[in-house]
């Protein structure tokens, strides 16, 4: 595997200036920060600790997920969704569906897009997944209530959501693709975000249970608290090596990337939290390299 930024390319954008981009690895990290009046995807090599600037289009990028090696999904503010290959630094829009598309994830293949949008019957976001071969749209999952937030599983053949209901404000469930086959996989009465899968199935995500947003894993139906801060934690996700989570932090007062040491099973072992970004006007949503 060719780690980010060990390979470099090196191309003149517009006759002016030279773009510097890379080959994505194993220890690549995409994330948003505040850069030049918008929120622009940055990469990073976690082993080298360099850091590039990927996107820089005139919009704030809201999400972002790998799309395989080298390309980088990105979900903008009024509904843009583009394709940025790493290795001609190339960003390609793809067709507006609404302004209303928000929380938009690619599978690995980047056939199909996740996403939460706002129902025509209703005032409540609605899930739908959008086939990139067929054009189709399809609402899921086929059930009642406030959906968004969601996430892939590590190979794309299921899904997690947020879900609300009167039981639960949000509870975390995984579904098929098809929305035939869901169940609650966290349930309390909190406040329960931010969900990402481990290779081995051990799940992170945010929670305010113990009165602020903390960083939470959920193995076999065992939680357990894996940050305490007074400040926001929130947006989890296992690295590539499984043994690491990277999160966004607010406990030096602006949101910024971390990371933290946890053991292979998910039981307690784990680490300090390490501060990964130190941008002064902010770095946001971690997305690690899941492999392929």
């Known amino acids: ?39 622009q995807v940055h990469i990073r090599d976690t082993e080298t600790d360099v850091e590039r600037k990927i996107t820089n289009t005139k919009y704030d990028k809201t999400r972002i997920s790998w799309v395989g090696e080298n390309r980088i999904f990105v979900n903008g503010v009024q509904g843009q969704m583009a394709i940025i290959d790493l290795t001609t630094a ?9 302004s209303h598309v928000n929380d938009a994830v690619i599978s690995k293949d980047g056939r199909f897009i996740l996403y939460s949008s706002i129902s025509d019957t209703s005032d409540l976001n609605r899930l739908y997944i959008y086939d990139r071969s067929s054009g189709d749209i399809t609402e899921l999952p086929k059930r009642d209530g406030l959906q968004f ?24 469930w995984k579904s098929s693709l098809d929305g035939s086959d869901q169940r609650v996989v966290v349930r309390n009465k909190h406040h329960n975000l931010d969900i990402n899968e481990s290779r081995n199935g051990v799940l992170a995500y945010s ?43 607010a406990r030096n007062g602006v949101v910024n990337i971390w990371s933290i040491s946890v053991s292979n099973d998910g039981e307690d072992g784990w680490g300090k939290p390490v501060q990964v970004t130190h941008s002064e006007k902010g770095a946001r949503l971690p997305v690690a390299y899941a492999g392929d």
Do not use: C
């Open 149 to 172: 937030d969601p996430a892939w599983s590590r190979q794309s053949e299921y899904f997690f959501f947020v879900a609300g209901d009167d039981v639960s404000p949000y509870s975390l």
């Open 1 to 39: 595997m060719i780690n980010i930024i060990k390979t470099l390319l090196w191309v003149t954008v517009s006759g002016l200036a030279v773009f510097p981009f890379s080959i994505a690895g194993a220890d690549s990290l995409a994330y948003l920060k505040y850069t030049d009046d918008f929120w």
């Open 207 to 249: 929670s305010n249970r113990s009165g602020n947003y903390d960083i939470w894993l959920e193995n076999n139906g065992s939680s357990r608290q894996l940050t305490e801060h007074d400040g926001y934690d929130g947006k989890p996700v296992w690295a590539n090596d499984n043994k690491t989570i990277y999160f966004e932090s």
């Open 90 to 98: 190339r960003e390609t829009s793809l067709p507006f569906i609404s």
